[in-house]
């Protein structure tokens, strides 16, 4: 299934798309301040070019003071200009976007949002557990108010923010208390 996917994602849109991070990556590598930018539009055309059952894993402790801005940046350059693409496909294809919400859950077993919220209950779980940052910063980091924060945090969890921070710190107690005896 994933050579198959693979292959109809090279055919329409994957060649296309590794083509422009390529040529991304160079122009961002002929300075000395974007080499490492470049380098990594050359990890992300990789990924892009065949992406079917592949896992993008982050590094930890990869996220520096500056993620944020970063985030912003690709949001604006490269975020609007992926859904654009996507859009232009879809009209292309004459694909309805219903149409194509009902196929990726016919393929993937979930909505296209499952994927979009997975996204970002990992993003509040590793924030709650790694950065030292009040309940209210981190849902205004993730574009949530802190009370719609708490009602999805709880939905996908099962605990409120708070709770799930409490339960992370107790169980890091207890490692520790493991470690000394």
């Given at each position: 299934?994933?050579?198959?996917?693979?292959?109809?994602?090279?055919?329409?849109?994957?060649?296309?798309?590794?083509?422009?991070y390529?040529?991304?990556?160079?122009?961002?590598?002929?300075?000395?301040?974007?080499?490492?930018?470049?380098?990594?539009?050359?990890?992300i055309a990789g990924l892009v070019l065949w992406p079917f059952g592949r896992q993008v894993v982050p590094a930890r402790g990869g996220m520096g003071c500056?993620?944020?801005f970063f985030n912003i940046i690709w949001?604006?350059?490269?975020?609007?200009?992926?859904?654009?693409?996507?859009?232009?496909?879809?009209?292309?294809?004459?694909?309805?976007?219903?149409?194509?919400?009902?196929?990726?859950?016919?393929?993937?077993g979930h909505s296209p949002c499952y994927f979009f919220e997975d996204k970002l209950m990992k993003e509040a779980r590793k924030m709650l557990r790694e950065e030292p940052f009040t309940i209210a910063e981190i849902a205004e980091r993730l574009t949530f108010d802190t009370s719609n924060f708490t009602k999805f945090f709880k939905r996908f969890e099962g605990?409120?923010?708070?709770?799930y921070?409490?339960?992370?710190?107790?169980?890091?107690?207890?490692?520790?208390?493991i470690f000394i005896s």
């Open positions: 299934m994933n050579l198959i996917g693979n292959l109809i994602w090279l055919v329409f849109g994957g060649l296309a798309a590794a083509l422009g390529i040529v991304g990556g160079f122009f961002l590598c002929m300075t000395i301040v974007g080499i490492p930018f470049g380098m990594q539009c050359f990890k500056l993620s944020l949001l604006i350059c490269g975020g609007l200009y992926t859904a654009l693409v996507h859009l232009l496909f879809a009209a292309i294809l004459f694909i309805h976007p219903v149409h194509l919400s009902n196929t990726i859950k016919l393929t993937t605990v409120t923010p708070s709770a921070r409490q339960q992370v710190l107790e169980a890091g107690r207890k490692q520790e208390a």
